[in-house]
């Protein structure tokens, strides 16, 4: 049987009037956070600090995977067209210079919801000259055309989660969901524009091997991925995959030494780091800065500071 929660996986619980402001915003705009809907442990931190994940295209993920919180379903092509102008507006009121966007997949949409990311990402950047724009996306698909388009929106950070190791991906992600797909996103968006920075994430505590994490991370850099995060699972619900093993900070801390010598430009790797992370946002625009366009100085973070 699993142990309690070690002490390292604390956090507090939300509050601060900061975080009551953005969580009446995003009421009143009808906008979704994956900060609330992946029920992740940092939102009291992030929204204190006046950031979050705005989540695209709803709150009904198309796919099931495993891990995940958000809830699954047949979102039958409903979509906001006012979410584009709404999230860009709110963007504008929250004063920030990083900004990250996602959202649920959406398979039931012709194009995944391609173009309404890309519209979202204009309409962000042309309300907030400077900002800096990180999208969180989905696969489309495997589509080329479909990426083209988040691709020819010119944000700063192409991400996209590969989630966990090849050898566990068809018990954790969602059947549409392919370990050497997602690589081919990632790899894909380097061709479509050498200048657009990549990231992934890797979730640990799911069963896997230290040598397993170490070829994940071989293969991302093999797809030129610039960024890459690690962090614990936390089982979401007695219907989630239950965690194997609660990974102690040594081990995060040697997942991150393996990524700097691999070559990743900036590596966070803690017990509660998440693909998207305020902490983590001031590494990658120093990174994304030092390496002016072109990937000639390695950027890393200290898991503690991450955490």
């Not at 695209?56 to 995977?65: I, K």
């Not at 524009?193 to 230290?210: A, H, N, W, Y």
């Not at 690690?230 to 089982?235: A, C, K, M, T």
Request: contains cysteine.
């Amino acid at each position: 049987m699993l142990a309690e929660k070690p002490e390292w996986l604390t956090v507090s619980s939300p509050r601060g009037q900061s975080y009551s402001d953005l969580k009446g915003l995003f009421r009143d705009l009808n906008l979704h956070t994956v900060c609330e809907e992946a029920h992740c442990p940092n939102v009291g931190e992030c929204w204190g600090g006046g950031t979050a994940t705005l989540m695209l295209m709803g709150d009904t993920c198309s796919r099931a995977c495993r891990f995940c919180m958000v809830t699954p379903g047949r979102p039958n092509g409903v979509l906001d067209s006012y979410e584009p102008e709404n999230v860009a507006f709110a963007l504008s009121q929250m004063g920030l210079t990083y900004v990250v966007l996602t959202s649920v997949d959406r398979d039931d949409l012709p194009d995944g919801g391609a173009s309404h990311f890309a519209r979202t990402i204009r309409l962000v950047k042309e309300r907030n000259p400077g900002m800096l724009v990180e999208v969180l996306i989905p696969d489309f698909q495997g589509d080329l055309a479909d990426l083209k388009q988040v691709v020819d929106a010119r944000p700063d950070v192409i991400a996209h989660n590969i989630e966990t190791t090849m050898a566990l991906t068809p018990a954790v992600r969602d059947p549409r969901a392919h370990y050497w797909q997602s690589l081919s996103v990632l790899r894909n968006v380097k061709k479509l524009d050498r200048r657009v920075f990549t990231k992934s994430s890797i979730m640990v505590g799911l069963g896997e091997t230290e040598e397993e994490v170490a070829q994940a991370m071989v293969h991302l850099r093999q797809a030129d991925v610039d960024f890459l995060t690690v962090g614990q699972y936390l089982r979401p619900s007695l219907r989630h995959l239950k965690v194997a093993e609660y990974v102690r900070p040594e081990l995060f801390a040697r997942y991150r030494t393996i990524g700097e010598r691999l070559g990743f430009l900036y590596v966070a790797s803690g017990p509660l780091v998440r693909s998207s992370y305020r902490a983590g946002e001031f590494f990658i625009r120093t990174a994304m800065n030092n390496s002016a366009g072109r990937h000639q100085s390695y950027m890393t973070a200290d898991s503690e500071t991450i955490v």
